[in-house]
Nanobody
């Protein structure tokens, strides 16, 4: 399993931007997709974005469409989550998780993004958004 390390979190004002990074210890052929999840203090963990190693169109939750973007830096084996126009409701601990081929195929065809389907997780990075 890939070992994942998130970074890039911090505190910003509403309307600001952050770029989160998820570095994987193994090459991209060890995972088929990389998902970003977030969990606020009173919320369940929710999936917000998925990057597919095979080139499928990235998945975004409705709450972040048009504001967040995922991308891959293959040289660094890192997946980024670019977050723009941040809102107070975006404040959460953000986690990345590596998905296997069956999990990623399910997400790609719209069968849902469930944390229980992902086995490799990072430790999380905190995002705080102030008004």
């Amino acid at each position: 399993q890939a070992q994942l390390v998130e970074s890039g979190g911090g505190s910003v004002q509403a309307g600001g931007s952050l770029r989160l990074s998820c570095s994987a210890s193994r090459y991209t052929d060890s995972w088929s997709c990389m998902a970003w999840f977030r969990q606020g203090p009173a919320n369940e963990r929710e999936g917000v974005a998925v990057f597919f190693a095979g080139g499928s169109t990235p998945y975004y939750a409705d709450s972040v469409k048009g504001r967040f973007a995922v991308s891959l830096d293959s040289a660094r084996n890192a997946v980024y989550l670019e977050m723009n126009d941040l809102k107070p409701e975006d404040a959460a601990m953000y986690y990345c998780a590596a998905g296997s081929s069956p999990t990623c195929r399910a997400v790609a065809v719209g069968q849902g993004l469930r944390q229980s389907d992902f086995g490799s997780w990072g430790q999380g990075t905190q995002v705080t958004v102030s008004t």
